[in-house]
């Protein structure tokens, strides 16, 4: 099975820009895709095919990577944006998702 | 609109077998995949198996052997079934929509999600 690793947190002050990672442990071509998930809340797509802005997602958000390594950036980081955020790859069958990676902001 | 609801019990005793219903609207089973993915409590997502537009299954290679996934077209209905469950399957259990004809975009629609709650 294809397993992504992402750092398990991160800590940023409002205005900055952050980047997190997702690796795969083979190739998944650009069949990458980002969520968020906000405590209580069901996850929403936030980045579909590595760097595609699933409609309605400030643009803010954005995607990047190919092949095993891949990244979302938020910039400029706001408030709202913490969250939990996880890469899943559908190139692979089974399909997986990541850890995830807990946002906080300062 | 595009909605997906599960649907089923909150409580299921160890070693019985726990069954799932996914009923959507506002978009044909013929045309989307429907995947299950599940939530432990405090922990990320795993995603557990898909009913593809055209009828074939896939599962998670560590539950395949529990796992089975079916639907009624004509009811719109997507169904999860896994046996000898363990307190280990507690967790919120999400239906939710894939687009797979062209290739697959991700996951743009998602149920509420249902908590299954395995204790005696």
């Known amino acids: 099975d294809t397993v992504l690793t992402q750092s398990p947190a991160l800590a940023v002050s409002p205005g900055e820009r952050v980047t997190i990672s997702c690796r795969a442990s083979?190739?998944?071509?650009?069949?990458m895709h980002w969520y968020q998930q906000k405590p209580g809340q069901q996850p929403t797509l936030l980045i579909y095919?590595?760097?595609n802005l699933e409609s309605g997602v400030p643009a803010r958000f954005s995607g990047s990577g190919s092949g095993t390594d891949f990244t979302l950036t938020i910039d400029p980081v706001e408030a709202d944006d913490t969250a939990t955020y996880y890469c899943?790859?559908?190139?692979?069958?089974?399909?997986?998702f990541g850890g995830g990676t807990k946002l906080e902001l300062k | 609109q595009v909605q997906l609801k599960e649907s089923g019990p909150g409580l299921v005793q160890p070693s019985q077998t726990l069954s799932l219903t996914c009923t959507v609207s506002?978009?044909?089973?013929?045309?989307?995949?429907v995947h299950w993915v599940r939530q432990p409590p405090g922990k990320g997502l795993e995603w557990m198996g898909r009913?593809?537009?055209?009828?074939?299954?896939y599962y998670n290679s560590a539950l395949k052997s529990r796992l089975s996934i079916s639907r009624d077209t004509s009811k719109s209905q997507v169904f999860l079934k896994m046996n000898s469950l363990q307190t280990e399957d507690t967790a919120i259990y999400y239906c939710?929509?894939?687009?797979?004809?062209?290739?697959?975009?991700?996951?743009?629609?998602w149920g509420q999600g249902v908590m299954v709650t395995v204790s005696s």
């Open positions: 506002g978009f044909s089973l013929m045309d989307y995949s």
């Open positions: 009913m593809k537009y055209d009828g074939d299954t």
């Open positions: 899943q790859q559908s190139w692979n069958d089974p399909w997986t």
């Open positions: 939710t929509r894939g687009t797979e004809i062209v290739m697959p975009t991700g996951f743009d629609y």
């Open positions: 095919l590595a760097s």
């Open positions: 083979e190739s998944v071509s650009t069949l």
